[in-house]
C-alpha cells in the first residue's frame, strides 16, 4: 500500500478534523480529484489527491483529528517504507527493547516508563493523558494509539459537555499557550470623536490610526525567531481584525494598512468579513499579523482586557462609542467617545512606549 499523508497545511496548522470525504474504498482516483474536506484552525480546506490510483484505505473517519504527516489514504500499491510513516511503528512485532533489569527484583517491572512510540506519547501529551495510567494491549504492554483515543474518549463521556471543534478548538488551544507565556498589560484610554462629521462606523479610521500610531512609536515590538522586531523593522503593518462568528474567533489579516486608501482599506475589509462569514477564507489570510485589532464594541462594552497570543506582543480594542458629557474650551459639552484598551506583553514592551503608542493612537483618532 502506498500512503498519501496529510499535507502541512500552512503556517501553525498542525491538525485538522476529518469533515467529509468525498472517495470510498475501491475508488479510482485522478490526480487532483477532491478526497476530503477537512477544518483546520484556519478554515475549510479541500485537500485533492496527488496522483492517479485506486484507493485502498481511507485513515479516519468524520470527526476524527489527525496530525500533520499522518497517513490520510492509502493507495494500492507496492509497500513503502513503513518507517517514514507516522504512526505505523506502533503495529510493528515484538519490542526491541528488554523489559526487566538483570538482577532486579520482580517490582522493579512496576516503575518502568510506560511503552509507547513516539507519535502515541505525542498524542497523550496533547490530549493530557498520563502513559502511566494505561493499560497496554499492544505486543508487551506497548500503549496503542487506539488505547489513548479509547481512554480520552471515556474521560470526555464521564465529563459530559460538549466537544471543541474547528475554531473553538485552536482558541481554546491559543488562550491556554497566551496564558502560559504572556505577561499581559493594559492601559486604557479615550479618543475624543467630536470633529468627526459622523462617529459611527470607525473601524477605517481606527485601522489607519494604529498604522499613524505605529509611525510615532515604532518600537512597539512583535517576536520572530526568538528575537524582538520593531513595527518599522517588519516595513509594513499587517493588522489582524478580530471576528466573532457562532463558530468561534477568526482573525483575518488586511496587508499594509499604512500604505493603502481608505476606500481600498474599507472593501478589503468588507471582503474578508464575507469571506469569515462563508469559511471560504484562504489559510495564508489569517497568518502574519503584525498587531491586532478587537472592535469589540460593535457588540457592546466600553473596555477589556484583550488577550495577546503570541508571536504578537500586543492587541488593541475598541469599545462601543458613548455620547458623554466632556469638558471643552471651560464647558461642558456632550461629544462621541471612544474607549480604547492596550494589553501588551511586558517582557517585550515597556510600560512607557506602550503609554506612548497609546497616546499617539487618540491623537491620530481625533484629528479632524
Given at each position: 500500500?502506498?500512503?498519501?499523508?496529510?499535507?502541512?497545511?500552512?503556517?501553525?496548522?498542525?491538525e485538522?478534523?476529518?469533515?467529509?470525504?468525498?472517495?470510498?474504498?475501491?475508488?479510482?482516483?485522478?490526480?487532483?480529484?477532491?478526497?476530503?474536506?477537512?477544518?483546520?484552525?484556519?478554515?475549510?480546506?479541500?485537500?485533492p489527491?496527488?496522483?492517479?490510483?485506486?484507493?485502498?484505505?481511507?485513515?479516519?473517519?468524520?470527526?476524527?483529528?489527525?496530525h500533520?504527516?499522518?497517513?490520510l489514504?492509502?493507495?494500492?500499491?507496492?509497500?513503502?517504507?513503513?518507517?517514514?510513516?507516522?504512526?505505523?511503528?506502533?503495529?510493528?512485532?515484538?519490542?526491541?527493547?528488554?523489559?526487566?533489569?538483570?538482577?532486579?527484583?520482580?517490582?522493579?517491572?512496576?516503575?518502568?516508563?510506560?511503552?509507547?512510540?513516539?507519535?502515541?506519547?505525542?498524542?497523550?501529551?496533547?490530549?493530557?493523558?498520563?502513559?502511566?495510567?494505561?493499560?497496554?494491549?499492544?505486543?508487551?504492554?506497548?500503549?496503542?494509539?487506539?488505547?489513548?483515543?479509547?481512554?480520552?474518549?471515556?474521560?470526555?463521556?464521564?465529563?459530559?459537555?460538549?466537544?471543541?471543534?474547528?475554531?473553538?478548538?485552536?482558541?481554546?488551544?491559543?488562550?491556554?499557550?497566551?496564558?502560559?507565556?504572556?505577561?499581559?498589560?493594559?492601559?486604557?484610554?479615550?479618543?475624543?470623536?467630536?470633529?468627526?462629521?459622523?462617529?459611527?462606523?470607525?473601524?477605517?479610521?481606527?485601522?489607519?490610526?494604529?498604522?499613524?500610531a505605529?509611525?510615532?512609536?515604532?518600537?512597539?515590538?512583535?517576536?520572530?525567531?526568538?528575537?524582538?522586531?520593531?513595527?518599522?523593522?517588519?516595513?509594513?503593518?499587517?493588522?489582524?481584525?478580530?471576528?466573532?462568528t457562532?463558530?468561534?474567533l477568526?482573525?483575518?489579516?488586511?496587508r499594509?494598512?499604512?500604505?493603502?486608501?481608505?476606500?481600498?482599506?474599507?472593501?478589503?475589509?468588507?471582503?474578508?468579513?464575507?469571506?469569515?462569514?462563508?469559511r471560504?477564507?484562504?489559510?495564508?489570510?489569517?497568518?502574519?499579523?503584525?498587531?491586532?485589532?478587537?472592535?469589540?464594541?460593535?457588540?457592546?462594552?466600553?473596555?477589556?482586557?484583550?488577550?495577546?497570543?503570541?508571536?504578537?506582543?500586543?492587541?488593541?480594542?475598541?469599545?462601543g462609542?458613548?455620547?458623554?458629557?466632556?469638558?471643552?474650551?471651560?464647558?461642558?459639552?456632550?461629544?462621541?467617545?471612544?474607549?480604547?484598551?492596550l494589553?501588551?506583553?511586558?517582557?517585550?514592551?515597556?510600560?512607557?512606549?506602550?503609554a506612548?503608542?497609546l497616546?499617539?493612537l487618540?491623537?491620530?483618532?481625533?484629528a479632524?
Amino acid at each position: 500500500m502506498k500512503y498519501f499523508k496529510l499535507p502541512d497545511l500552512g503556517e501553525g496548522l498542525q491538525e485538522a478534523e476529518i469533515v467529509q470525504w468525498h472517495v470510498n474504498v475501491g475508488d479510482s482516483v485522478k490526480a487532483d480529484q477532491l478526497l476530503v474536506s477537512v477544518e483546520t484552525a484556519k478554515a475549510l480546506v479541500d485537500i485533492p489527491a496527488p496522483h492517479d490510483g485506486v484507493v485502498a484505505k481511507t485513515f479516519g473517519k468524520e470527526g476524527d483529528i489527525l496530525h500533520v504527516g499522518e497517513p490520510l489514504l492509502g493507495y494500492e500499491g507496492e509497500d513503502d517504507d513503513a518507517g517514514t510513516v507516522v504512526g505505523r511503528l506502533e503495529g510493528g512485532g515484538s519490542a526491541q527493547a528488554d523489559s526487566f533489569f538483570v538482577g532486579a527484583a520482580p517490582s522493579t517491572r512496576e516503575h518502568l516508563a510506560p511503552r509507547a512510540t513516539p507519535a502515541v506519547r505525542q498524542l497523550a501529551r496533547q490530549l493530557g493523558l498520563e502513559l502511566s495510567s494505561l493499560a497496554g494491549t499492544g505486543p508487551d504492554g506497548l500503549v496503542t494509539r487506539a488505547d489513548v483515543e479509547l481512554a480520552a474518549q471515556s474521560a470526555r463521556e464521564s465529563f459530559g459537555g460538549e466537544k471543541l471543534r474547528g475554531v473553538r478548538r485552536s482558541m481554546a488551544i491559543n488562550m491556554a499557550r497566551s496564558h502560559a507565556e504572556v505577561v499581559p498589560v493594559t492601559i486604557f484610554g479615550d479618543a475624543d470623536l467630536h470633529r468627526w462629521p459622523q462617529a459611527r462606523d470607525p473601524l477605517v479610521r481606527l485601522t489607519k490610526a494604529i498604522a499613524a500610531a505605529c509611525e510615532v512609536e515604532p518600537i512597539l515590538n512583535s517576536w520572530f525567531d526568538g528575537r524582538a522586531l520593531s513595527i518599522r523593522q517588519h516595513q509594513k503593518l499587517d493588522l489582524g481584525i478580530a471576528v466573532d462568528t457562532p463558530d468561534g474567533l477568526f482573525v483575518p489579516v488586511v496587508r499594509d494598512v499604512g500604505g493603502r486608501a481608505a476606500d481600498d482599506l474599507k472593501e478589503g475589509l468588507a471582503r474578508l468579513r464575507a469571506d469569515v462569514k462563508a469559511r471560504s477564507i484562504p489559510p495564508q489570510e489569517m497568518m502574519g499579523a503584525t498587531i491586532t485589532l478587537s472592535n469589540f464594541g460593535m457588540l457592546f462594552g466600553r473596555y477589556a482586557n484583550p488577550v495577546v497570543v503570541p508571536p504578537q506582543v500586543a492587541i488593541i480594542g475598541a469599545g462601543g462609542i458613548r455620547e458623554e458629557p466632556v469638558a471643552w474650551q471651560g464647558k461642558v459639552e456632550i461629544h462621541p467617545v471612544l474607549p480604547l484598551s492596550l494589553t501588551f506583553d511586558h517582557r517585550a514592551v515597556t510600560g512607557g512606549e506602550a503609554a506612548r503608542f497609546l497616546k499617539a493612537l487618540v491623537e491620530a483618532l481625533e484629528a479632524p
